[in-house]
């Protein structure tokens, strides 16, 4: 058995034959599925799609067929990685001891902590030794080989609390990652991001996950330093009495602190908000979802993580006790349902539960396909949600001249926010931009971040459908056809009318070509443009 998938995964001789034939009517209209059906394995099964992918390659660098994205698009491996835009990278810090001491949190001793060494994420990253240099080259291979670009990446750190992580080996870790991105090693950091700039897989976006009372603008000058555009909490609750309960170990009014010097210094901010935590009632979460959007927290993206019962948690004594019980998988889809329905048009629900395998939940909801739940529960409701996730346009063919632009304006602690966005007349998202305009009550950053000095800031600029080649082009794809350039333009219309003097973006390192050809100049950690 293994040596059958060997050889039906390897791209041999007679495989590649058989794959120039499936490739052959492809091309020529048939669906791709229908095309291998039709041409069994001599043992028996089918060609991968790998297979299909590594022959497509190999053909167009050989010059024998023209490159075809769209036929790529076609037989590419879950193409839904890489709709959103950009190509998501995930690596896993070694493990370190956390300041956390929550009851809910698993502990494993070859892990980070609250990651399980059978997660899909952290299992590459335990394979791989924690080396991140390793990580992301087997990652990036792993990627190419399945039919997905690479050379927009954004770059996903994970492993609890970053910010105890001393800071050398922050330093040395986001370097390495930086060094597999440029298929060439540096010798500082600095180097290793010159070199980002023009390198074959760009970094577009760089993401760490910590704990909202590790935030400071002294941290945050550090975070800029590595490249950080994106920063995830683990807000869990924002009522001190479950947190407290939980031993949380920081205050709701920590996390508005957080979040409101985050948005300040222009990052954009995933908060992770936990239901059913030890004290809470499907009726407290529903009223604790309503301070998202109420109290000024405004969270660009959030991860919906019900708590799930773990033996190896502080948590699982409590349930022994008869202290805590799970919601049931019908109680957890009918409250995540109600609140989606909730969530502003603003806001991106990332996930709605952790990729725990089910082996290892004690009690309760062992369902990883909670999202696909809600989301069927709310069709027989006749109800929808509208969150940035929802209403991408993903593969959906565009026309710009059919594209609407909308202003969506919120309130959000010490800042205006707006929302600009370009939606197709079914009123899905093609692109979007984050524009900060700090209030005169906002955090003053000036001595950590003087670039930010009266500026208003552009906190993330997003154009969604299939990930393409940086200059690639494909009919009715939302990427590459203006859009970045026209929200940038819209953006700065709106800040100059306000009595901004000047623009800021937080760029990423492979970016910050991008800006500057419009109109952006180099500042200290930001890229700024005189209005």
Same mark, same amino acid.
């Given at each position: 058995?293994?040596?059958?998938?060997?050889?039906?995964?390897?791209?041999?001789?007679?495989?590649?034959?058989?794959?120039?034939?499936?490739?052959?009517?492809?091309?020529?209209?048939?669906?791709?599925?229908?095309?291998?059906?039709?041409?069994?394995?001599?043992?028996?099964?089918?060609?991968?799609?790998?297979?299909?992918?590594?022959?497509?390659?190999?053909?167009?660098?050989?010059?024998?067929?023209?490159?075809?994205?769209?036929?790529?698009?076609?037989?590419?491996?879950?193409?839904?990685?890489?709709?959103?835009?950009?190509?998501?990278?995930?690596?896993?810090?070694?493990?370190?001891?956390?300041?956390?001491?929550?009851?809910?949190?698993?502990?494993?001793?070859?892990?980070?902590?609250?990651?399980?060494?059978?997660?899909?994420?952290?299992?590459?990253?335990?394979?791989?030794?924690?080396?991140?240099?390793?990580?992301?080259?087997?990652?990036?291979?792993?990627?190419?080989?399945?039919?997905?670009?690479?050379?927009?990446?954004?770059?996903?750190?994970?492993?609890?609390?970053?910010?105890?992580?001393?800071?050398?080996?922050?330093?040395?870790?986001?370097?390495?990652?930086?060094?597999?991105?440029?298929?060439?090693?540096?010798?500082?950091?600095?180097?290793?991001?010159?070199?980002?700039?023009?390198?074959?897989?760009?970094?577009?976006?760089?993401?760490?996950?910590?704990?909202?009372?590790?935030?400071?603008?002294?941290?945050?000058?550090?975070?800029?330093?590595?490249?950080?555009?994106?920063?995830?909490?683990?807000?869990?609750?924002?009522?001190?009495?479950?947190?407290?309960?939980?031993?949380?170990?920081?205050?709701?009014?920590?996390?508005?602190?957080?979040?409101?010097?985050?948005?300040?210094?222009?990052?954009?901010?995933?908060?992770?908000?936990?239901?059913?935590?030890?004290?809470?009632?499907?009726?407290?979460?529903?009223?604790?979802?309503?301070?998202?959007?109420?109290?000024?927290?405004?969270?660009?993206?959030?991860?919906?993580?019900?708590?799930?019962?773990?033996?190896?948690?502080?948590?699982?004594?409590?349930?022994?006790?008869?202290?805590? =019980?799970?919601?049931? /998988?019908?109680? !957890?889809? *009918? @409250?995540?349902?109600?609140?989606? %329905?909730?969530?502003?048009?603003? #806001? +991106?629900?990332?996930?709605?539960?952790?990729?725990?395998?089910?082996?290892?939940?004690?009690?309760?909801?062992?369902? =990883?396909?909670?999202? /696909?739940?809600? !989301?069927? *529960? @709310?069709?027989?409701?006749?109800? %929808?949600?509208?969150?940035?996730? #929802? +209403?991408?346009?993903?593969?959906?063919?565009?026309?710009?001249?059919?594209?609407?632009?909308?202003?969506?304006?919120?309130?959000?602690?010490?800042?205006?926010?707006?929302?600009?966005?370009?939606?197709?007349?079914?009123?899905?998202?093609?692109?979007?931009? +984050?524009?900060?305009?700090?209030?005169?009550?906002?955090?003053?950053?000036?001595?950590?971040?003087?670039?930010?000095?009266?500026?208003?800031?552009?906190?993330?600029?997003?154009?969604?459908?299939?990930?393409?080649?940086?200059?690639?082009?494909?009919?009715?794809?939302?990427?590459?056809?203006?859009?970045?350039?026209?929200?940038?333009?819209?953006?700065?219309?709106?800040?100059?009318?306000?009595?901004?003097?000047?623009?800021?973006?937080?760029?990423?390192?492979?970016?910050?070509?991008?800006?500057?050809?419009?109109?952006?100049?180099?500042?200290?950690?930001?890229?700024?443009?005189?209005?």
């Amino acid at each position: 058995m293994e040596q059958d998938w060997i050889d039906s995964h390897t791209l041999t001789p007679e495989n590649r034959e058989l794959a120039l034939i499936v490739l052959d009517e492809v091309r020529a209209g048939t669906d791709v599925l229908r095309a291998l059906r039709r041409h069994p394995l001599p043992g028996g099964g089918y060609l991968p799609k790998s297979i299909l992918v590594q022959t497509y390659h190999q053909l167009v660098d050989s010059g024998e067929w023209p490159a075809d994205p769209a036929l790529l698009a076609r037989i590419r491996m879950k193409p839904v990685r890489t709709l959103s835009g950009v190509t998501t990278v995930t690596v896993l810090t070694r493990p370190y001891p956390c300041p956390g001491k929550c009851i809910f949190c698993p502990t494993d001793a070859r892990m980070p902590k609250s990651y399980l060494p059978d997660e899909p994420g952290a299992m590459r990253g335990l394979q791989n030794e924690f080396d991140p240099y390793r990580q992301v080259a087997t990652r990036l291979q792993s990627l190419v080989a399945t039919g997905h670009p690479t050379d927009k990446i954004e770059l996903l750190i994970l492993g609890g609390t970053w910010d105890a992580y001393r800071r050398d080996y922050q330093e040395w870790f986001v370097r390495r990652c930086f060094d597999a991105l440029n298929e060439v090693e540096s010798a500082t950091l600095e180097e290793a991001h010159l070199r980002n700039e023009t390198a074959p897989h760009r970094n577009v976006g760089l993401v760490i996950e910590t704990r909202p009372d590790e935030i400071t603008p002294t941290q945050l000058a550090w975070l800029r330093r590595l490249g950080v555009t994106k920063v995830q909490m683990g807000a869990q609750s924002l009522d001190d009495r479950i947190l407290e309960l939980n031993q949380r170990g920081h205050t709701a009014a920590e996390t508005l602190r957080a979040t409101t010097l985050l948005r300040t210094a222009g990052f954009k901010t995933v908060l992770h908000w936990m239901p059913n935590l030890l004290g809470a009632t499907p009726a407290s979460d529903r009223a604790d979802f309503t301070k998202l959007w109420s109290d000024g927290y405004a969270p660009d993206e959030l991860k919906i993580y019900p708590c799930q019962l773990l033996s190896n948690a502080d948590l699982y004594a409590y349930w022994q006790r008869g202290e805590y =019980t799970p919601y049931t /998988q019908e109680e !957890l889809v *009918e @409250l995540i349902a109600d609140l989606k %329905t909730t969530v502003p048009d603003y #806001c +991106r629900i990332n996930r709605v539960i952790r990729d725990i395998p089910s082996t290892n939940v004690v009690e309760g909801n062992r369902r =990883t396909s909670l999202r /696909q739940d809600a !989301l069927a *529960e @709310l069709k027989s409701r006749g109800q %929808t949600c509208r969150c940035v996730r #929802c +209403r991408e346009v993903r593969g959906e063919a565009i026309d710009i001249a059919d594209l609407r632009f909308v202003d969506l304006t919120y309130p959000a602690s010490s800042a205006e926010e707006h929302f600009l966005q370009f939606v197709t007349p079914n009123d899905r998202i093609a692109g979007y931009l +984050r524009l900060s305009l700090p209030a005169p009550e906002a955090p003053d950053l000036s001595a950590a971040l003087p670039d930010l000095n009266g500026a208003a800031l552009i906190r993330e600029v997003h154009v969604y459908g299939q990930s393409l080649a940086v200059g690639a082009e494909q009919a009715g794809a939302a990427q590459h056809i203006g859009l970045g350039t026209r929200l940038l333009e819209q953006a700065a219309q709106l800040a100059r009318a306000r009595g901004y003097q000047r623009l800021a973006v937080i760029a990423a390192i492979g970016t910050r070509l991008y800006y500057e050809a419009r109109g952006f100049q180099r500042g200290d950690l930001y890229l700024v443009q005189p209005l």
